[in-house]
């Protein structure tokens, strides 16, 4: 059996637990969301707003902009669901763990993101996965198929832009370490399906804070050579700079795309991170 096989098959034995996983998260953040109303094509009262040039006439509300000096639209709760599409680094950086971390970046990667699919699912969205040939799943039983295609992924360090729906949302979960301008060719290709996105950074507490003292040997976990650091407190402030430059170089990848970023340590509770993510994709009252 190749280690691409033995992969799939370890995470397909655990699937069951982490499907429990992510249903808990999700339920947790579940309970303190509200209903993700939005301006669009349905049938239930949501609000007036003023007409603007540019609107059509045809949506006007004769009746309220008789009581004004100002003509006013009246706008209706969007019914049609949107597609979501979620991917996760499987690359080797991801299968690392220090002893300060509960849990492999991965891991992280896949509670977050199959609980994600789970509040989306539950606020009826449909939710695929980046990947060629993958389908979307709607309902609550589409988690547990969603989790079954997850199980069959081996995703490369970054996402294919083929495949996605136009005007679709995407949400990628990695740990983004990798040369800034290849991600920013890869979030371009997506941006320009064109898809609204959100980066989320995964890190090992190790990774964010350098925490090693003394001598240390660090082995690449992707087949770069060793790297023998004599003395690792007098790296520390260096090491520092440079992941802040690469998250300031992420959010502005994002923001240029029109994208949110964050970033969340696998020491810290999954659920702020989760209700960030459903918060990005939740349009503000009137937005289109």
């Known amino acids: 059996m190749n280690t691409q096989a033995r992969r799939a098959e370890a995470l397909g034995a655990r699937l069951p637990p982490l499907l429990v996983a992510a249903e808990r998260v999700a339920s947790t953040v579940w309970q303190g969301v509200h209903g993700r109303r939005r301006v669009g094509q349905g ?26 000096d100002r003509l006013f639209l009246r ?38 993101l199959l609980a994600l699919a789970g509040l989306l ?51 990628l979960i990695g740990d983004f370490l990798g ?32 925490p090693y003292a003394g001598r240390i040997r660090f082995q690449g976990t992707e087949q770069e050579a060793a790297t023998l650091v004599p003395r690792v407190e007098g790296v520390r402030a260096a090491y520092a700079e440079r992941l802040a430059a690469q998250q300031e170089g992420l959010a502005a990848i994002a923001r240029a795309a029109g994208w949110g970023f964050a970033t969340h340590r696998t020491d810290h509770p999954p659920e702020a991170a989760l209700l960030a993510l459903y918060a990005a994709l939740s349009p503000e009252p009137g937005r289109r």
Do not use: N
Not at 43 to 67: E, H, V
Not at 184 to 196: D, I, K, N
């Open 75 to 112: 706008e209706t709760e969007w019914e049609a669901a949107q597609t979501v599409a979620l991917w996760r680094d499987g690359s080797p950086s991801m299968r690392w763990r220090s002893r300060a971390a509960p849990t492999e970046k991965i891991e992280r990667a896949e509670l977050l």
């Open 121 to 171: 699912l539950r606020g009826g969205e449909r939710v695929r996965l980046v990947a060629p040939a993958a389908r979307s799943v709607s309902g609550r039983a589409g988690l547990a198929r969603l989790a079954d295609q997850l199980g069959e992924l081996q995703a490369p360090a970054l996402p294919p832009a083929t495949g996605l729906p136009r005007h679709a949302s995407v949400v």
């Open 179 to 210: 040369p800034l301008d290849e991600i920013r060719a890869c979030v371009g290709a997506l941006a320009g399906v064109p898809l609204r996105g959100h980066l989320l950074q995964v890190l090992d507490p190790a990774e964010a804070l350098l």
């Open 43 to 68: 049938d239930s009262f949501w609000q007036y707003r003023p007409f603007l040039p540019g609107d059509p006439a045809s949506r006007i509300d004769w009746r309220q902009s008789a009581r004004s």
